[in-house]
């Protein structure tokens, strides 16, 4: 984690090292939406955490949930 903030990046824990397949096919996800819209070496993603719901709404999140 000290080298990925060496680096610039924020590391992110994703728990035990046998999550790591999972990890890796969501890379593999992303590459595929990628080259799928042709959006080319210079596309990005970005990950955004929504806040923590406050109440439950009808079809909305609900407390607790992430």
Do not use: W
Not at 15 to 37: K, P, Q, S, T, Y
Not at 57 to 62: A, D, N, P, V, Y
């Amino acid at each position: 984690m000290s080298l990925i903030a060496e680096i610039g990046f924020n590391p992110v824990d994703c728990g035990e090292l046998r999550r790591a397949r999972m990890v890796e096919g969501l890379g593999d996800f992303i590459r595929f939406m990628i080259g799928g819209r042709k959006l080319g070496s210079y596309a990005t993603i970005s990950v955004h955490q929504l806040p923590e719901a406050k109440e439950q709404r009808l079809g909305g999140r609900k407390p607790g949930y992430a």
